[in-house]
């Protein structure tokens, strides 16, 4: 189980993170030198020791730190915040990998927006945590030491001590509203989304609005959400509108007991004028360390969170997944299924979806499943395909236990139509030869072919290069299942199942396309899974579901006189048809 800890980003780096640093110290100290060259320089002007050639070498001198700070800086920030930036893309690909892994019950259950903000958010605190965070801390402490040391060996402890007092308050004001801020600010974001994800529904659904003429309220909607989203933002900003102010209230609170017992040991020469200005300056250097502090807290507890949470999805094992008992001999199947009182139901649910089936299917055969909308036709196909882990020595491919056989095997061997023909928002070719992009073009327009969509794909101005919308939104419902059966029949797998996939085609292409199958699958099992009759009647078997259970069982003909479930529908399909053709 992988699991991440923020000592192990830093050191899968450490090198790089330890150069960081190096840079971040030199641009300190370079900073700390302006104010020692003001110093001197000041107390040079008031000596009178200054000439031409004195100002130019200032100028030059200055010049120099310039250039120098404007490097390291440039560097420390490819340093840290780059790498920051590595270890975010380790992370998310990483994330990417292990979600690949999980079992469709795990997205079942989870939700993508979810998902996707642990992908998006949670990552990004965890590189804020690695890259600025490291920043801010390393830069305060070591501003923070250097500049309070400077001031009480060079200049005067007592005016040191006297002028940090207010300082630490600046942390603490930073600290709490570094959280309120983050808070207004996550629901800024949480208000804009809720903008956005209702402005993409709408124009999605932009349809059904118009139909339901529903404009006006859906402006109304809209309008009431972008003012939520408005005030929240004026919240924001009215928060950080407090929170400057207060920084420089305590800032300014050092400058004043500077002026005042500084302007004093000035006047009893205690300190020299030089000093004077080099403590001004260096003070106006302590008021960032003391803000990013109290940044920092905070970017490092977010950061854990984060990590917390992104941990936890670390932690979901995958469900399926080769058992130790897996026989790696087997490298392809005959395409024989059997059922042993496969019972089942869907993890964490109580009701069996699936009761007490036992049927076998020989290798070559074509067997359909009829039944009632929620009997578990679709159940079947899903853990035939192993989405979901059986019992043992409940479902056997070609006499060996389904979860003994390398899973790789299971999918490659198969091929599925789902009934929600998901396609990808690629092209056509693409959508088509999905098992393999390599696929050539021939073997593509040949699978169209047989799925009866060639004629229709050719009729699109870009023919196969033809891109698909959002799912697929450019096909017609028939268009959709017959690529997605292309999709499926490329594959010429030795185990065929589709689900509900010829419901939105016509009887004529219906016909055609079965008989296509008929030669295609020759000697391949085919499982057809249908509500309408004229699918699956040729079908070598038909089981009949109900509630889960196989209540009938036989061939067309047999199944009409005995007169049950199957009878039923059959007659009511017969009406319609009668109905649909007067
Ligand atoms: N992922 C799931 N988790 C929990 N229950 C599920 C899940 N998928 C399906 N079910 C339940 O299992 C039962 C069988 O569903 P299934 O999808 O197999 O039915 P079906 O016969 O394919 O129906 P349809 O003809 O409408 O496609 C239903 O009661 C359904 O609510
Ligand atoms: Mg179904």
């Not at 980003?9 to 450490?14: E, G, P």
Request: proline share 3%; glycine share 6%.
């Amino acid at each position: 189980m992988q699991q991440y800890n923020f000592k192990y980003f830093f050191l899968k780096y450490k090198k790089r993170y330890l150069l960081g640093v190096v840079w971040l110290a030199l641009v300190d100290i370079l900073q700390l030198l302006i104010p020692q060259i003001l110093r001197l320089f000041t107390d040079d002007l008031q000596d009178g020791l200054l000439d031409g050639a004195g100002l130019v070498r200032y100028a030059v001198f200055i010049i120099l730190v310039a250039t120098g700070t404007a490097l390291f800086r440039f560097l420390w920030r490819l340093y840290i915040n780059g790498t920051a930036r590595k270890l975010e893309r380790d992370l998310r690909n990483d994330l990417y990998h292990h979600l690949q892994k999980l079992s469709p019950n795990y997205f079942q259950h989870q939700k993508t927006g979810d998902l996707m903000a642990h992908a998006t958010n949670d990552i990004n605190a965890i590189r804020r945590a690695t890259g600025p965070g490291v920043v801010m801390l390393a830069d305060a402490i070591m501003l923070t030491i250097a500049t309070i040391s400077i001031l009480i060996f060079t200049i005067d402890i007592r005016l040191t001590l006297m002028a940090l007092i207010p300082l630490p308050f600046i942390s603490l004001v930073s600290v709490r509203f570094g959280k309120i801020i983050h808070r207004k600010f996550k629901k800024v974001q949480e208000a804009f989304s809720d903008l956005s994800d209702k402005a993409q529904e709408n124009f999605s659904g932009i349809r059904v609005v118009k139909a339901f003429a529903r404009e006006k309220k859906e402006i109304a909607r809209f309008e009431t959400s972008n003012k939520e989203n408005f005030l929240r933002n004026v919240n924001l900003i009215k928060t950080w509108g407090l929170f400057r102010p207060l920084v420089r209230f305590f800032s300014g609170l050092s400058f004043l007991v500077v002026i005042w017992y500084g302007g004093r040991l000035v006047i009893l020469q205690t300190i020299s004028l030089g000093d004077f200005v080099a403590f001004i300056s260096y003070l106006g250097m302590l008021t960032w360390p003391m803000m990013a502090l109290g940044f920092v807290i905070n970017i490092i507890q977010r950061g854990r969170a984060s990590l917390d949470r992104i941990n936890e999805i670390f932690a979901e094992e995958p469900e399926i997944y080769n058992f130790p008992e897996t026989d790696y001999d087997i490298t392809e199947l005959e395409g024989k299924i059997t059922f042993e009182n496969l019972t089942f139901s869907y993890p964490k649910e109580e009701k069996a979806v699936l009761e007490d089936i036992s049927l076998s299917i020989e290798a070559g055969k074509t067997v359909a499943f009829l039944g009632r909308t929620g009997s578990g036709k679709s159940t079947i196909a899903r853990l035939l395909l192993r989405m979901y882990n059986t019992e043992p020595e409940q479902i056997f491919l070609d006499d060996t236990d389904i979860r003994h056989v390398p899973l790789e095997v299971v999918r490659q061997e198969m091929a599925y139509v789902p009934q929600d023909n998901f396609l990808f928002s690629t092209t056509i070719a693409e959508n088509i030869a999905f098992h393999d992009p390599e696929t050539p073009r021939a073997e593509i327009e040949q699978a169209a072919r047989e799925a009866c969509v060639y004629d229709n794909i050719m009729d699109f101005p870009h023919g196969f290069d033809t891109i698909l919308g959002e799912r697929g939104v450019t096909l017609s419902g028939g268009q959709q299942q017959r690529v997605a059966l292309a999709r499926a029949l490329i594959k010429r797998p030795k185990i065929l199942m589709l689900d509900d996939s010829l419901s939105a085609v016509d009887t004529k292409t219906e016909e055609k396309i079965l008989q296509n199958l008929e030669t295609i699958m020759k000697d391949r099992t085919t499982i057809l899974i249908a509500h309408r009759i004229s699918t699956l009647k040729n079908a070598d078997i038909i089981y009949v579901l109900d509630e889960g259970k196989i209540i009938e069982r036989g061939i067309h003909d047999t199944l009409l006189e005995n007169k049950g479930l199957y009878h039923d529908i059959y007659q009511k399909q017969l009406l319609e048809e009668k109905l649909e053709d007067s």
